[in-house]
């Protein structure tokens, strides 16, 4: 089974679970004094539940299209297992800065696989900024799709009304890009000269 399939399915899974014993939920999901207390387990396992079926639908419907894309390209460079090391670290990684600022909250609780697949995300765009993305079947540019997804990380980070880290998508795009440009620092060039392709550079 590929990789990407693999975690989508364990994702499921687990989420499905968690909604219907919801102690496990609570074992599961980020919370600060849970980790203070050594529950360390909450920066990784965070990223396989979700809030509702929305939340997950669209990460897994993500994690689907880009993680197919991404795939092949990581696994030729690091293997299987690197590829499901990036993603994993997106998880943990998304979830640090999060942590060093709500680590002395305990109403805060964060949940959801954003940082992976963004993660995720990013590295295709950096490979392909000007790809059609289809958005609600509208075609999108995906650097265009990129900036739209920043600004409502942003928007939804000052909101503050889910237990969705908003902040992870970010802090989860920057592992990609940087994961991408420490495997092939010449992905910097090709990302500037796509870039401009289509604006007559």
Known sequence: ????????????????????????????IYWPPGVQ???????????????????LAFNMITLFFFGSAMEPVLVERVGSAGFVLFYLAGIVLAMLPGHLRQRGNPRYRSLGASGAVSAVLFAYILLQ????????????????????????????Q?????????????????????????LEPALAGHFLRELVAPLGG
Do not use: C, K
């Not at 009304?161 to 990609?176: C, K, P, S, V, Y």
């Open 37 to 55: 207390r050594g529950e360390y387990w909450r920066l990784l396992t965070h990223g396989f539940i979700h809030a509702d079926g929305t939340h």
């Open 158 to 182: 000052r909101r503050g009304r889910d237990n969705i880290n908003h902040a992870a998508h970010l802090w989860g795009g920057a592992w990609g890009i940087i994961f991408m440009l420490g």
């Open 1 to 28: 089974m590929p990789v990407t399939l693999s975690l989508i399915v364990l994702t499921v899974a687990v989420s499905l679970f968690a909604w219907q014993q919801r102690r496990w939920l609570d074992r599961l």
């Open 129 to 156: 900024p000007w790809s059609l993305l289809f958005v609600f079947f509208v075609p999108v540019p995906a650097i265009v799709f990129a900036a739209l997804y920043v600004g409502y990380s942003f928007w939804a």
